[in-house]
């Protein structure tokens, strides 16, 4: 039998998946409690069909350089912890 990782495929060209909320958190560094402020301060959340909210990083992103320096394009932590991404 095939393990789980013999199973990865790459994504289609222009599809990137949608982080939910403990990936963001381990993006950004940060606790469930902060990205629920930044929720209230509008960070985009996109339309799911489950009970846990989902990301678009590229969106959340630009929401970031626009509201909060310290995560920003220019302020954004180089120690912060990364995505790490499946390849084939």
Sequence with gaps: ?????DRLAPLPAGL????????????????DWQVMKWIR???PVEPFAGRQ???????????MAQNDPE???DGEDA??????????
Excluded: C, H, I, N
């Excluded at 039998?1 to 990782?5: G, R, V």
């Excluded at 909210?53 to 929401?63: G, I, M, Q, T, Y």
């Excluded at 120690?79 to 084939?88: R, S």
């Design 79 to 88: 120690d912060a912890p990364q995505l790490v991404t499946a390849t084939a």
């Design 41 to 43: 301060d509008g960070m």
């Design 53 to 63: 909210k989902r990301f678009d990083l590229a969106k959340v992103e630009r929401w």
């Design 1 to 5: 039998m095939p393990k789980k990782t």
């Design 16 to 31: 990137l998946p949608l982080l939910s909320q403990p990936q963001l958190e381990t993006r950004y560094g940060v606790s």
């Design 71 to 73: 995560f920003g394009d």
